[in-house]
């Protein structure tokens, strides 16, 4: 029975079943059942197959629940986290089917058949317990045992996680999973040393360009304050959308007409989501997609924007309108550096959706604070991580002002529309607060995606296409989400084609406040995009380890370089041949995130 669990997960989560790797599910499973009839007494045996199987059950089920939402796979550590399925019932809910529920049913008349046994009063038949059986079901666990690992010692050569799981079977990779991170720490390196073998390691790619030695833009936004505006599942197909004439998305076409427009940016996050972008966005450092960030590394002491502009005499403050404890913001902040964090109690509950307050109540409070800083003539780095557009995207119907074609309404895709429309409308209402507070003229505005929303298994890329008029690519268009950059003063009115991600977000911003990260000797593993002309980064967990983006194409590995896919940015169509040159793009991401891994677990804990 758990070997067709095994397979029914391979169909779920692979779409196929893998006949030649038959053998690393049916050799992992004789592992455990073989010391579990080895080692377990006869009166304990009938208890710990119950366990072995209702435990196995369970955590194929919520892998199998976990890719359908996440797209990637689980590992063991991803159970850090299930005291967050709470706080996204809702969009958790939205994903449950009931196919994964077939997990189980072998559990359910099992239970029956005992209770029939039991109210009959008869006894079970007793296992074969003698010294040669054990003996041989030892032997059993060797052979599962040696097979397994002939399988996860070839699986270390597979930088992708999913061709990893699919090669080595699932149970395997979770096993792999675990002596991964015992043997996680590698080499000790000096933390003072990590910006020279950065600039080193980007100065071995040609395919990485700066345009200048001294930074065009340095410093010319040096003393205003910041407001930085994270925008949840917010992608970049609904910027300069119009359906029936109507612009989805207007008051962010008009900043980004007429500021610093990025559209050939992307998410990054790992294990995190949405917090993981707060992470990113503030310290240029990659998540290391084994656990979220605020979970693993909320105690050390990061170096980050908020805490650089903090010893220039700025207040670094963050507004998030759900509790505080989710995703452990309460110990990210301040190994943030924030000086302050203002969660659920410190909003006004009008109750827009699951997760509370809606955005126009956040901005209303964050404004508040505004003024205050501004009577006490202090600059201030504000970050403001909104939810009105949080999976499944269900807003208030008042709020639904879009006039949707029939095909459209209705559907996820017509509630994302809405939920995106109306966040767009509630960014409107923060410049109208800010002008009429005498905030905005002295404040850079800047805007991102934290991640996608539309659910792959809920939304065709070729009927979402179709239905809106454009071309929407399963990955490239997925994970493409808007950086805008608004400055007060004259209007740059630029669109910034250089390729980035979330973790050049902060080198962007402190050149442009006048921070010098070499000055500060802070290392990022990121960009500055205003002065960078062709870039290379990568992307992990959501896609495979390995994968990249630069300046031409999205390339996502198969179980090693030569099997990988190369997507045009410009077509969204794949390369008939991976150019050879691209081989120097994959290891260079590949040193770059392992570089940032060894990193982030050396930094100092907080005292």
């Known amino acids: 029975m758990l070997l067709l669990k095994a397979l029914l997960f391979r169909y779920f989560v692979f779409d196929h079943i893998a006949w030649g790797q038959v053998v690393a599910d049916a050799a992992s499973i004789a592992m455990f059942i073989g010391l579990l009839e080895a080692l377990l007494a006869d009166r304990a045996k009938a208890h710990g197959f119950w366990v072995l199987n209702l435990f196995l059950s369970a955590l194929m089920f919520a892998s199998a629940v976990y890719v359908s939402y996440f797209s990637t796979i689980p590992t063991y550590s991803a159970l850090n986290e299930l005291n967050q399925v709470a706080g996204v019932q809702d969009s958790i809910r939205s994903t449950l089917k009931w196919k994964y529920f077939l997990f189980f049913p072998d559990l359910a008349v099992m239970a029956v058949l005992w209770l029939v046994r039991r109210i009959r009063r008869k006894t079970r ?298 966040t767009d409308y509630a960014v409107g209402e923060l410049i109208r607060m800010l002008n009429e507070n005498g905030l905005y003229e002295d404040t850079m505005l800047v805007l991102y995606g934290d991640h996608f929303g539309l659910q792959p298994e809920e939304n065709d890329p070729a009927d979402i296409g179709r239905k809106l008029g454009i071309v929407y690519h399963e990955r490239i268009s997925r994970y493409n989400v808007p950086l805008i950059i608004s400055v007060p003063g004259e209007s740059p009115r630029r669109v910034v084609q250089t390729v980035g991600g979330q973790v050049d977000i902060m080198p962007t911003l402190a050149n442009l406040l006048g921070v010098s990260l070499r000055d500060e000797n802070v290392p990022v593993f990121g960009m500055d995009l205003l002065n960078t002309e062709r870039n290379v980064f990568g992307i992990r967990y959501y896609l495979p380890t390995g994968s990249f983006v630069n300046q031409e194409v999205m390339f996502i590995p198969g179980k090693s370089f030569e099997d990988g896919v190369a997507i045009s940015l410009d077509t969204l169509e794949p390369l008939p041949e991976v150019p050879v040159s691209y081989r120097k793009d994959y290891e260079y991401v590949l040193q770059l995130m392992s570089l940032s891994d060894l990193y982030v677990k050396m930094l100092p804990k907080r005292e």
């Not at 407001?227 to 300069?240: G, K, R």
Request: charged share 20%.
């Open 125 to 422: 038949t007793p296992h074969m317990d003698g010294k040669k059986w054990r003996l041989g079901m030892l032997a059993v666990a060797a052979v599962g045992m040696i097979i397994s690992d002939g399988y996860m010692q070839y699986g270390k050569s597979i930088y992708s996680e999913l061709a990893r799981a699919d090669e080595i079977g699932f149970l395997n990779y979770q096993i792999s999973a675990v002596f991964h991170d015992l043997d996680a720490d590698g080499q000790p390196i000096d933390i003072d040393q990590v910006a020279t073998q950065i600039t080193k390691l980007v100065k071995t790619n040609p395919n990485v360009r700066t345009t200048t030695d001294q930074p065009a833009l340095f410093g010319s936004m040096a003393g205003k304050n910041v407001v930085v505006i994270q925008l949840e599942a917010f992608q970049n197909f609904p910027i300069h959308l119009r359906i029936n004439g109507q612009e989805i998305t207007p008051v962010l076409n008009d900043l980004a007409d007429n500021g610093y427009y990025f559209p050939r940016f992307f998410q990054q996050i790992g294990q995190g989501n949405t917090s993981d972008a707060e992470f990113l966005s503030n310290t240029s450092i990659y998540p290391t997609a084994r656990i979220a960030m605020s979970t693993g590394y909320g105690d050390r002491e990061l170096p980050s924007l908020p805490r650089l502009l903090r010893a220039r005499g700025y207040v670094a403050e963050t507004f998030h309108p759900n509790d505080v404890t989710f995703w452990d913001r309460d110990k990210l902040y301040p190994a943030l550096g924030f000086d302050r964090y203002f969660d659920r109690p410190a909003f006004f509950n009008d109750q827009f959706n699951a997760f509370g307050a809606s955005d126009v109540e956040l901005y209303r409070t964050a404004v508040r604070r505004m003024v205050e800083l501004k009577q006490e003539n202090k600059p201030f780095y504000m970050q403001l991580v909104t939810v009105s557009s949080h999976h499944p995207f269900q807003i208030p119907s008042d709020k639904q002002w879009l006039d949707l074609p029939g095909e459209i309404a209705g559907t996820q895709l017509g509630d994302y529309l809405q939920a995106i429309h109306y």
